[in-house]
Every structure is written in structure tokens, then in C-alpha cells.
């Protein structure tokens, strides 16, 4: 689902304004962060923090190899 939009000088930035139903979709409102990313497609804007994938994915290779201290420390 594409959608036109266009973009406008703000400041020193340019911004786009994102449709109200799309918005409402992904629960975002005035003052909400988004994540702007270039992928092989073009601009690709995400409410979801990029860098969280890789955050958990240690996360998980700690928790597997400390599992049995966390257990402990869990009591």
C-alpha cells in the first residue's frame, strides 16, 4: 500500500507528513520518535527501533550461556 505524500521545508529539514490512518495504524501520535533507514528500496521510516533485533539477539546468546546464574539470581 503506497501512499502520496508530500514534503515540506521545516526549518532547516524537510518533513512529511504521515496520513492519519496509517498513524492511527501504528499508534503514533505528536511527539513520537520514528526510525528513518535507507534500504536497497529507498527511505524506509519505522516506529520500530532498528538496532532492537541485534540488542536481543545478544541478549539471548548471554541468557543461554548464563542461564543457570540467572536462575539463581532470579530467587
Known sequence: ?????MLRQMGGSIGATIP?????RFHLSKG???YVSETAEGILITPYDPTFDEAMAVYEKGAKKYRNALRELAK
Do not use: C, G, P, S
Open 1 to 5: 500500500m503506497a501512499k502520496r505524500i
Open 20 to 24: 492519519k490512518e496509517i498513524a492511527e
Open 32 to 34: 513520537d520518535e520514528v
